[in-house]
């Protein structure tokens, strides 16, 4: 990624590595209290909802340094998301909410954030999207070529969340999902290393490679973006796949029960269908056919 869009190397790494979830903001907030020590920063920002974002605010505000957020307002309303719990947290912590979109801006409102805090500032996914569009559509080509694959001939699938990875039956039902599609179309699935963990562990691996579904490493995020561009419909439980398929007008299956991007679903390109197999197979091959 950092070579991809020729980004310096950081000048400080904590390297925190994996862990739980406790542990992972731990030692987070210990790295970052001795930088913000070093640096002696005016403002700290931090984007999304990770681990990294929470643990940001927490030491920014016990260290009296202002705390600003990007992709702030972002809510799916479900608690037992740890994404929606470091969202939550980081908008209540922060001075500069800076809200991708006026939907985003008005759960601020409600959660009372003052208005002087709020900033619309349209989202950095769909800048980078706009800004490399023509590349990554470049490395599609060359993948498809790869891969023996003709545009729009092809499903792509992307897992890796913890709600559906961690649970044997959810990652049993998209599975059984994947599988059943794959009788009828090209499915293809670069694999999270996280997801292949538990495939391998729940024994649900064989199933996979046994079938037609085209397994395939992670992909640098050029590629990833060009074989999104070039499929006919994205199966994901991404929050950044709904968008950047949004941004290329690619009809989005979503494996939850909810979304942080209700924009997309408003807009018609996005449908949040849950996990059961074959309830994610009829929609799938409800949008392949309003695309025929």
């Known amino acids: 990624f950092f070579e991809q869009f020729g980004l310096r190397e950081p000048h400080i790494d904590l ?3 994996s862990g739980s979830h ?3 903001t731990a030692r987070i907030m210990v790295g970052l209290e001795k930088a913000i020590d070093s640096y002696r920063p005016s403002v ?7 681990n990294t974002v929470v643990a940001a605010a927490l030491t920014s505000v016990k260290k009296f340094v202002p705390f600003a957020h990007i992709e702030a307002g972002l809510r799916s309303w479900d608690r037992t998301m740890p994404e929606e719990v470091n969202r939550i947290v980081a908008d209540a912590l922060a001075e500069l909410h800076f809200a991708p979109t006026e939907l985003a801006a008005v759960n601020l409102m409600h959660e009372g954030i003052p208005l002087r805090k709020i900033h619309v500032t349209g989202n950095t996914i769909v800048d980078v999207v706009y800004k490399y569009r023509d590349r990554a559509e470049a490395e599609g080509e060359n993948l498809l070529n790869e891969l023996g694959l003709e545009e729009r001939s092809f499903i792509l699938v992307t897992v890796h969340r913890q709600e559906n990875t961690d649970s044997f039956e959810r990652l049993q039902n998209i599975v059984k999902a994947l599988v059943t599609l794959s009788k009828r179309l090209t ?3 670069p694999v999270h290393p996280r997801t292949m963990s538990r495939l ?3 024994n649900l691996l064989e199933a996979l490679q046994s079938s037609g579904v085209r397994l395939l490493k992670p992909l640098g995020y050029f590629q990833f973006l060009g074989l999104l561009s070039k499929s006919l419909v994205v199966l994901t439980d991404s929050g950044g796949v709904q968008e950047e ?7 989005t ?3 939850r029960y909810n979304t942080e991007r209700p924009e997309t679903v408003l807009i018609g390109i996005n449908r949040v269908v849950g996990v059961e197999w074959q309830r994610v197979v009829n929609e799938t091959i409800k949008v392949v056919e309003l695309r025929d």
């Not at 700290?44 to 990770?50: C, E, H, N, P, S």
């Not at 398929?245 to 009809?251: D, F, H, V």
């Open 44 to 50: 700290v920002v931090a984007l999304g909802d990770t």
């Open 245 to 251: 398929a949004c941004t290329l007008r690619i009809p």
């Open 200 to 202: 391998r562990e729940f």
């Open 253 to 255: 299956i979503t494996l």
């Open 22 to 24: 406790a542990e992972q």
């Open 15 to 17: 390297d925190v590595k």
């Open 187 to 189: 499915v293809v699935f």
